[in-house]
């Protein structure tokens, strides 16, 4: 879901999908929303739920980052090259 009304971005869980807009106003902007999407999709996929406290919330998004940094290290050098921009 999205930060405003505005539609940054969308992660769509019936198709496992994160749908982006072409463009951004600026590389943070664009990793910024890749994140906040990301986060959500782990959430989903994950199914982690706030109820169940920061702790197990956060040791199941670490393990979920660490496998997505290491199956994707173009989106790494992506993220890397876009945040600064
Ligand atoms: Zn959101």
């Given at each position: 879901m999205n930060r405003t009304s505005l539609n940054y971005g969308t992660f769509v869980p019936a198709e496992q999908q994160i749908q982006l807009q072409p463009?951004?106003?600026?590389g943070s902007m664009a990793a910024e929303t890749v994140l906040h999407e990301l986060l959500h999709a782990i959430f989903a996929v994950a199914t982690?739920?706030?109820?169940?406290g920061e702790e197990h919330i956060v040791s199941v998004v670490a393990t979920y980052l660490a496998q997505i940094i290491r199956d994707n290290p173009e989106f790494v050098i992506w993220l890397q090259r876009t945040v600064g921009r």
């Open positions: 463009e951004y106003t600026s982690v739920q706030v109820k169940q």
